[in-house]
């Protein structure tokens, strides 16, 4: 008779006692130039995340020059009075950086990454980039050239058209927030290495730039490196500028931008709501998860998985500018797409869940995943420096407190059912939503038509 095998089992591991979790709270301290520093000491991240804010908002470019703060800050790195362009990169190439700068409605932002050990010649490229950019012809040229050439891809993506004429319809045309963030073809061709010293000169100082350095800052005297580099650059002193307020239309309405032969139709419905200084701001963020913030959520369930008009459909709450009297706006929208012959069927479907949720509420089960899922994860989501240096730039961008993030996660935490419901009805009216379509119109027109929940009109897809 042949023995059985036996088999020895170890032990399971048993989990350890969970460790409470907060976002981290910043240092804050300011250079003898007058910049303003948020430094955050997080043990064992080698790779050391900077974020410099600078208040270059794109309602401060000239007429007729939308689209320069884009350029000027994409010419950040190419080249300073001690390096040309490709000698400025491979300096950062040989820290093992990485530099990267965009500008939007509060400013430009630059990003740079570096390991530790390399910090202080990587900080010093980032200062002679802030304290005298070349901004030299051929370089501004081919940024230009670079530029125009990203604007036809643009607008032959769906997505990125939805949200230009959303802005357009949304914003007075008088408004910086209706045109597109980084210039039309006629504005960025009038772009000259002028225009962006021009610019730079005029916007770019110390006293009202922010600087924020996470990571692992164990052995480095942050405060002498942080003066021999963004500390030596100087300027002149200046007050921070008016913030306009924002104002948009969102009268119900449907436009459809056409796209003849289009085998599926981009949605983008959207409005304009309270931000991050509102109170209502955690119900709304828990509110609008649970409409459309995961495959969970009420219109995946019913546009995807019962219906198959989508691969998914999202709801979100963007900022879109803040100022420091705690005034501002974010943009609320839902966002998809469908195959066309079920645009208007879709649609209808999407009314039905925002007209359920008003009159039926949210449930309990959905508020308690919706809060595990932001919460629970918010240790992962800033396992890395980056993550963490990104919100606190936010966080300063929008003039909000030091530890709001932490204050935000125990408001979602605290947040009841009645008050996300009533939140996201209020977010999202069916009557005060301005929806574009980007599809054939030929053949979704006269059955968006027939669903009443707006004046339909076409424009051209340029």
Not at 244 to 273: E, M, S, Y
Request: proline share 7%; with cysteine; net charge negative.
């Amino acid at each position: 008779m042949t023995e059985l095998a036996t088999m020895d089992f170890h032990p399971q591991p048993q989990p350890g006692e969970a460790r409470p979790w907060a976002f981290p709270a910043p240092g804050r301290g300011t250079l003898d130039n007058g910049m303003t520093v948020l430094r955050c000491h997080r043990p064992g991240q080698q790779v050391v995340a900077v974020e410099v804010l600078l208040d270059a908002p794109l309602d401060a470019e000239p007429a007729g020059l939308d689209g320069v703060a884009t350029i000027m800050a994409r010419a950040f790195s190419e080249g300073t009075d001690k390096h040309s362009a490709e000698e400025f990169a491979a300096e950062l190439e040989r820290c093992g950086a990485t530099l990267d700068a965009h500008a939007d409605h509060p400013g430009v932002r630059l990003s740079l990454e570096v390991p530790v050990s390399r910090l202080p010649k990587a900080l010093g490229l980032l200062a002679d980039a802030l304290r005298s950019p070349a901004f030299a012809d051929s370089e501004v040229e081919r940024l230009v050239r670079n530029r125009l050439d990203e604007i036809p891809h643009e607008t032959a993506n769906p997505a990125r058209r939805a949200a230009k004429e959303l802005s357009r319809q949304l914003f007075p045309a008088a408004s910086r927030m209706s045109r597109p963030r980084q210039g039309t073809e006629e504005t960025v061709e009038r772009i000259d290495s002028a225009a962006v010293r021009a610019f730079y000169e005029r916007h770019v100082r110390p006293a009202t730039a922010t600087a924020v350095v996470v990571g692992d800052l164990t052995g480095v005297d942050l405060d002498a490196l942080l003066g021999e580099t963004l500390g030596a650059w100087t300027g002149e002193p200046a007050k921070p500028r008016p913030v306009p307020p924002v104002t948009a239309d969102d009268t119900g309405r449907v436009i459809i931008v056409d796209r003849p032969g289009a085998v599926q139709t981009q949605l983008l419905i959207g409005r304009v709501g309270a931000d991050r200084h509102d109170r209502v701001w955690p119900a709304q963020v828990l509110g609008t998860y649970c409409l459309g913030g995961t495959l969970t959520s009420r219109l995946d369930r019913v546009l995807r998985e019962e219906k198959g008009y989508t691969y998914g459909v999202r709801a979100f709450g963007q900022v879109l500018r803040s100022a420091p009297d705690g005034t501002g706006a974010a943009m609320l929208a839902i966002s998809g797409s469908v195959d066309t012959p079920n645009t208007g069927p879709a649609l209808d479907d999407l009314w039905k869940v925002l007209r359920t949720l008003a009159a039926e509420g949210l449930t309990d089960a959905e508020r308690d995943v919706a809060v595990q899922n932001l919460v629970g994860v918010a240790p992962l989501k800033f396992e890395t420096a980056a993550a963490v240096a990104s919100t606190l730039a936010d966080q300063v961008e929008q003039h909000l407190p030091d530890g709001y993030q932490a204050a935000l996660y125990q408001a979602l935490a605290a947040t009841g059912t009645v008050e996300a419901t009533a939140a996201v009805v209020s977010a999202f009216p069916v009557d005060r939503l301005v929806t574009v379509l980007v599809g054939d119109a030929a053949k979704i027109a006269e059955p968006v038509r027939a669903l009443g929940i707006g004046e339909v009109s076409v424009v051209a897809a340029e």
